[in-house]
């Protein structure tokens, strides 16, 4: 297990789970300088417990049933990694929203929402780095 450098942890990362490529497209227009955003499909592509912890907080598509499981991926972060990075989730149904609350995960957004609320995101969790 490598630990991970001052400066990586000090890097401004987030992470996005979607496969909306035109939902991307506007997320990373709205990417405030010096922040990075690492899209994926499957948590564990990141690596393990210490390299998905260096990110700052997480976006999460929950119509995105076809690509990956939300609730599975929360139980992933809360229970097998035991991480409490924050996670939004954005879009899905009122059922999918109450599975992802039982599962543990922060807030809840309109899909039409989380563009114009990522630049807030980034501020408020923009302590320290570059």
């Given amino acids: 297990m490598s630990t991970p450098t001052v400066a990586s942890r000090l890097r401004r990362r987030c992470i996005l789970m979607t496969r909306d490529a ?3 497209r506007a997320l990373r227009a709205r990417l405030p300088q010096g ?4 899209s994926t499909a499957d948590l564990a592509a990141l690596g393990g417990f210490e390299e998905i912890l260096q990110h700052r907080f997480l976006l999460l598509d929950l119509d995105e049933a076809a690509a990956f499981d939300p609730v ?3 139980r992933e ?3 097998e990694l035991m991480l ?4 939004f989730c954005f879009g899905g149904t009122a059922a999918a929203r109450d599975a992802a609350r039982l599962a543990r995960a922060d ?3 309109d899909r039409t ?3 114009d609320r990522l630049t807030a995101f980034c ?3 923009g302590w320290g780095g570059r």
């Fill in 84 to 87: 409490n990075v924050p996670v």
């Fill in 123 to 125: 501020e408020q969790y």
């Fill in 107 to 109: 807030r809840f957004l």
């Fill in 22 to 24: 035109d939902l991307e």
């Fill in 35 to 38: 922040w990075e955003m690492n």
């Fill in 77 to 79: 972060l809360r229970v």
């Fill in 113 to 115: 929402e989380i563009v």
């Fill in 72 to 74: 599975d991926v929360l």
